[in-house]
């Protein structure tokens, strides 16, 4: 089992930049894929980003050219570095990490533009 904890969120104009993190403690060794997936109220959760242990990743249709994955190996991160933000990507920003055979995530961490 893992434990994913979040940080960074917070309110920020439109057109600023923000990063949030997730910090993974627990059964790191199992760690596979992780990435970040957002919840707007009264709509479904989707996919933001997604980065592998060796650094491939896909981005969403909605933020590509605007966000970026990363991931340290040796800290047991990830950080979501979001640019040019809209008011349409506020929404609570969920951390997720895959075990074999288990998802697992974070409790969530707020992110909110205003335009």
């Known amino acids: 089992q893992v434990q994913l904890v979040e940080s960074g969120g917070g309110s920020v104009q439109a057109g600023g930049s923000l990063r949030i993190s997730c910090v993974a403690s627990g059964s790191v060794e199992e760690l596979r894929d992780m990435g970040w997936f957002r919840q707007a109220p009264g709509k479904e959760r989707e996919i933001v980003a997604l980065?592998?242990?060796?650094?491939?990743?896909h981005l969403g249709n909605s933020v590509k050219g605007r966000f970026s994955i990363s991931r340290d190996n040796a800290k047991n991160t990830i950080y979501l570095q979001m640019n040019s933000l809209r008011h349409e990507d506020t929404a609570m920003y969920y951390c997720w990490a895959y075990i074999t055979g288990r998802d697992n995530w974070g409790q969530g961490t707020q992110v909110t533009v205003s335009s």
């Open positions: 980065v592998s242990p060796s650094g491939g990743y």
